[in-house]
Nanobody
Framework: QVQLVESGGGLVQAGGSLRLSCAAS????????IGWYRQAPGKQRELVAA???????NYADSVKGRFTISRDNAKNTVYLQMNSLKPEDTAVYYC??????????????WGQGTQVTVSS
């Protein structure tokens, strides 16, 4: 099992910045990648950014150049630095861990989510 705890959400004005944190615990050895997803009211959950165990990153087109995903392996924590925030970035942001166990195969874990609200 992997437990994920997000923090860092809040209310910010357009153009401002926030940094989200996702702290992982438990069977962190099983994690292949960690991603940040978001879900706005009435919309589907979408991938914002992800980082693999090898350090490869990918971003949604809508956040490229504004958001940066990074990790601190010593703290088992992944960060999402969000700059130049726009009202359309308003959503609940979720951390996801893509894990694999040799005995039981793939598993997917989610955090509880953190609200990000960007005012215009």
């Amino acid at each position: 099992q992997v437990q994920l705890v997000e923090s860092g959400g809040g209310l910010v004005q357009a153009g401002g910045s926030l940094r989200l944190s996702c702290a992982a615990s438990g069977s962190t050895f099983s994690i292949n990648a960690i991603g940040w997803y978001r879900q706005a009211p009435g919309k589907q959950r979408e991938l914002v950014a992800a980082i693999s165990s090898g350090g490869s990153t990918n971003y949604a087109d809508s956040v490229k150049g504004r958001f940066t995903i990074s990790r601190d392996n010593a703290k088992n924590t992944v960060y999402l630095q969000m700059n130049s925030l726009k009202p359309e970035d308003t959503a609940v942001y979720y951390c996801n861990a893509d894990s694999y166990y040799y005995t039981s195969g793939p598993e997917d874990y989610w955090g509880q989510g953190t609200q990000v609200t960007v005012s215009s």
